[in-house]
T-cell receptor, first 115, second 114 residues
Framework: ETGVTQTPRHLVMGMTNKKSLKCEQH?????MYWYKQSAKKPLELMFV???????ENNSVPSRFSPECPNSSHLFLHLHTLQPEDSALYLC??????????????FGPGTRLTVL | GNSVTQMEGPVTLSEEAFLTINCTYT??????LFWYVQYPGEGLQLLLK?????DKGSNKGFEATYRKETTSFHLEKGSVQVSDSAVYFC?????????????FGTGTRLTVIP
């Protein structure tokens, strides 16, 4: 595997379910990110991790819970979601969080549908 | 604060037509500017970037110039191909916020027809 991978690619869940999204980067980067992509809205940054430590949380509801066990893996745990949480969830990584010109490398995303 | 405004799509062009997608920004510091592209079923990938005023980023025939006086970073290509059909995102990165945060526009969907 190369680059940034995400599983599952598609997920359908009910409002009472608990599920997790997984992201893995094979680039040796130190920073990882979760974004939410909804139709006709800018990408929304949800969480930023640097060396497994959360450095930013943009007022995301507590029904989204991130976990970064090491610099290569990032999870997003989901519980009691709402239909408006349906979106494409993108994971990204970059060499660090301090490089203003650093490119972020994105995974293909998980298409989440909440019924 | 930081924000990016890009022209709304969708944009439909014939092959070999000239492309311009407008992007303007507001930033509190000295941002880097990016264009990302998202092909169907894929994540975003960097198309080009510019890190300071008057820099020109270029890749795959696409160009954009960092214009500080007009706070713009318009994307251009002289002759588009069907394979350029995708969604294009303008973004800025500002280290003043304490981390390498990217602020994205809403995206512009381009469809190129043969």
């Amino acid at each position: 595997e190369t680059g940034v991978t995400q599983t599952p690619r598609h997920l359908v869940m009910g409002m009472t379910n608990k599920k997790s999204l997984k992201c893995e980067q094979h680039l040796g980067h130190n920073a990882m990110y979760w974004y939410k992509q909804s139709a006709k809205k800018p990408l929304e940054l949800m969480f930023v991790y640097s060396l497994e430590e959360r450095v930013e949380n943009n007022s995301v509801p507590s029904r989204f819970s991130p976990e970064c066990p090491n610099s290569s893996h990032l999870f997003l745990h989901l519980h009691t979601l709402q239909p408006e949480d349906s979106a494409l969830y993108l994971c990204a990584s970059s060499p660090s969080t301090s490089g203003r010109a650093d490119e972020q490398f994105f995974g293909p995303g998980t298409r989440l549908t909440v019924l | 604060g930081n924000s990016v405004t890009q022209m709304e799509g969708p944009v439909t062009l014939s092959e070999e037509a000239f492309l311009t997608i407008n992007c303007t920004y507001t930033a509190t510091g000295y941002p880097s500017l990016f264009w990302y592209v998202q092909y169907p079923g894929e994540g975003l990938q960097l198309l080009l970037k510019a890190t300071k005023a008057d820099d020109k980023g270029s890749n795959k025939g696409f160009e954009a110039t960092y214009r500080k006086e007009t706070t713009s970073f318009h994307l251009e290509k002289g002759s588009v191909q069907v394979s350029d059909s995708a969604v294009y995102f303008c973004a800025l990165s500002d280290i003043v916020t304490g981390a390498n945060n990217l602020f994205f526009g809403t995206g512009t969907r381009l469809t190129v027809i043969p």
